[in-house]
């Protein structure tokens, strides 16, 4: 059974840095394109960017590239997106979520539960 | 970057009747790679329809996708009490891969 576990819940001050993480079984972990997808309170769903773990090749949504950085390690099958100063406007809840097939140009068929960040002084 | 707009933003129907959703993009879509996604509160979103018509694993078939170029249609034939949810379109021909502003279908 394919699955995707993120990690929990997080609160944090603006300023401080955070990492979460998303961790993949039950497929073959390394050629799947796996992606990051933000939802504000209240707002629709936002592509943040997305890579695939055999090469570690990441495409950045414009939008958020500089602010956030999408990282993998292999070797326990994770995928992880890190903020180095958070800011009050990245309060939200973040979904990792996999692509269908192998090809960039893909749809995301299994997500993470999601993690909700809190930023807030 | 693509923009999706999606209409309308609320749809209110009752158990049985039939829902139409528009996903309108300000450019044509490459390949007519364009998703649906049902999202419940709580829940993550769960694939609908991929390649504009095509039904992922386990939709049941009152959900169809329709459409080209830069206009999109989802339709549920007989909406059932488990459908009342936000759907949400995504293209996903041209990087960023982008998502449409939700289209909720509540009850009236």
């Known amino acids: 059974e394919v699955q995707l576990v993120q990690s929990g819940a997080e609160v944090k001050k603006p300023g401080e840095s955070l990492r979460i993480s998303c961790r993949g079984s039950?497929?073959?972990?390394?050629?799947?394109?796996i992606g990051w997808v933000r939802q504000m309170p209240g707002k629709g769903l936002e592509w943040m960017g997305i890579?695939?773990?055999?090469?570690?090749?990441?495409r950045y949504n414009p939008s958020f590239q500089g602010h956030v950085t999408i990282s993998v390690d292999k070797s326990i099958r994770t995928v992880y997106i890190q903020w180095s100063s958070l800011k009050a406007s990245d309060s939200a809840m973040y979904y990792c979520?996999?692509?269908?097939?192998?090809?960039?140009?893909?749809?995301?068929?299994?997500w993470g539960q999601g993690t909700m960040v809190t930023v807030s002084s | 970057e693509i923009v999706l707009t999606q209409s309308p933003g609320t749809l209110s129907l009752s158990p049985g009747e039939r829902a139409t959703l528009s996903c309108r993009a300000n450019?044509?879509?490459?390949?007519?790679?364009l998703a649906w996604y049902q999202h419940k509160p709580g829940q993550a979103p769960r694939l609908l329809i991929y390649g504009a018509s095509g039904r992922a694993t386990g939709i049941p078939d009152r959900f169809s996708g329709s459409g080209s170029g830069t206009d999109f249609t989802l339709t549920i034939s007989r909406l059932e009490p488990e459908d009342f949810a936000v759907y949400s379109c995504q293209q996903y021909g041209s990087s960023p891969f982008t998502f449409g502003p939700g289209t909720k279908v509540d009850i009236k």
């Open positions: 979520a996999r692509h269908r097939a192998s090809s960039f140009r893909d749809v995301f068929d299994f």
């Open positions: 450019q044509s879509v490459t390949n007519n790679y």
């Open positions: 039950g497929y073959t972990f390394n050629y799947y394109w």
């Open positions: 890579i695939y773990p055999d090469d570690s090749d990441t």
